[in-house]
C-alpha cells in the first residue's frame, strides 16, 4: 500500500456497517452516542486496515476503549467471521499484548506511538482523533483500575493533599475536599468513577479520575 491517503470511498471496509455493534456499545455504555458507537466502529476499521498494509512491524492498540469495540465486535463470531473474510481474506485475529510471540514475530520491531500516528496520517490523511486518548472519554459511568493500589500514600502538604508515588515523587496534588476520592482512588484496585467518596460533583469526578490517568496511576477497564 502506498503513502498516499486512502481514498475511504474506494475501499468497501469502509462502507460496512454493523448497527447489531452500533446496538451493544451502547448497551453497554462503550459509548454513549450512536455518533459515538460509529465512530468507534471507524477506528476499528481503520486500525485492522493499518496493521494489514504494513506487516513489517508489530502496531499495538492504544486506546483500551477502541480494543474494548473489537472485542464486542468479535464476540459477533459469525458476523466478525464473514467481516474479515469479505474485506481481507482472512480471519484478523486479535492478540492481547501479552500474548506468546513466535520466532519470527520476535525479530519484527514493536511500532511505538509516534510510529503510529505517523503511518495514521499516510493512510487517513489527519492525526488519530481523540478518541485514541482514553482519557478523553472518561464518564461517571466508566469502571477504572489501580495496579498498584495499596501501595501509594497520601501525605498533607501546605493545606494541599499529595498523592506519592513507591518511590516518593509527587505523582498529584488535590484540595482538601477531594480528600477522600483520593485516598479511595489510591486503595481500591476497581472501581467506577461515580463510586468515588466525598462532595465532589460528577464533573469533578471526572477531572480527578482524568489527572490520575494522565499520571498513571489508572487506567481504564472493561
Known amino acids: 500500500m502506498s503513502n498516499a491517503p486512502i481514498d475511504q470511498g474506494s475501499l468497501p471496509v469502509f462502507s460496512y456497517e454493523a448497527p447489531f455493534l452500533i446496538e451493544k456499545l451502547l448497551k453497554d455504555h462503550v459509548a454513549e452516542t450512536t455518533e459515538e458507537a460509529d465512530a468507534l466502529f471507524r477506528e476499528v476499521k481503520r486500525y485492522i486496515v493499518l496493521t494489514r498494509s ?3 512491524r508489530i502496531w499495538s492498540m492504544h486506546s483500551l476503549r477502541i480494543d474494548e469495540a473489537w472485542h464486542q465486535f468479535i464476540l459477533f463470531t459469525t458476523e466478525y467471521g464473514d ?11 486479535h ?3 501479552n500474548a506468546p510471540k513466535s520466532a519470527e514475530e520476535k525479530t519484527i520491531e514493536t511500532a511505538s506511538w509516534s510510529m503510529f500516528r505517523e503511518r ?5 490523511g489527519s492525526p488519530p482523533p481523540d478518541l485514541w486518548n482514553d482519557a478523553n472519554g472518561i464518564r461517571p459511568t466508566q469502571r477504572v483500575m489501580n495496579d498498584d493500589a495499596g501501595e501509594l500514600v497520601t501525605r498533607d502538604a501546605d493545606g494541599m493533599i499529595n498523592l506519592l508515588s513507591q518511590a516518593g515523587d509527587v505523582l498529584i496534588s488535590v484540595n482538601e475536599i477531594a480528600r477522600p476520592a483520593l485516598n479511595f482512588a489510591a486503595q481500591t484496585s476497581a472501581f467506577y468513577v461515580r463510586e468515588l ?9 471526572v477531572a480527578l479520575v482524568v489527572a490520575l490517568m494522565r499520571c498513571n496511576v489508572l487506567r481504564v477497564a472493561w
Not at 83 to 93: K, P
Not at 120 to 124: A, H, K
Request: aromatic letters at 20%; one cysteine or more; charged letters at 25%.
Open 54 to 56: 504494513d506487516r513489517t
Open 83 to 93: 467481516f474479515c473474510q469479505r474485506y481481507f481474506g482472512s480471519y484478523v485475529h
Open 95 to 97: 492478540c492481547p499484548s
Open 120 to 124: 495514521y496520517i499516510q493512510l487517513f
Open 197 to 205: 467518596p466525598g462532595n465532589l460533583d460528577d464533573d469533578e469526578k
